[in-house]
C-alpha cells in the first residue's frame, strides 16, 4: 500500500513537470508566432505606404 502511495506521488510530480515543460514550449511559441505575424504587418504597412507615395509624388 505504501509502495502504491509512493509511485502514485511521483507520477503525480512528473505529470505535473510534465505539463509546466509543455505549456513553457507553448507559451515560447505563440509568443513567437505573435511577433513573427506582428513583424509581417508591419512589413505590409509599410509596402503599402511606399506603394502609395509611389502613386502620388
Known amino acids: 500500500m505504501k509502495k502504491r502511495d509512493e509511485f502514485n506521488q511521483t507520477l503525480l510530480k512528473r ?4 505539463e509546466k515543460y509543455i505549456l513553457s514550449g507553448l507559451e515560447e511559441r505563440d509568443k513567437s508566432l505573435t511577433d513573427s505575424l506582428r513583424e509581417i504587418h508591419q512589413t505590409q504597412k ?3 505606404a511606399a506603394h502609395k507615395e509611389k502613386f502620388f509624388c
Open 15 to 18: 505529470l505535473d513537470q510534465q
Open 46 to 48: 509599410f509596402r503599402a
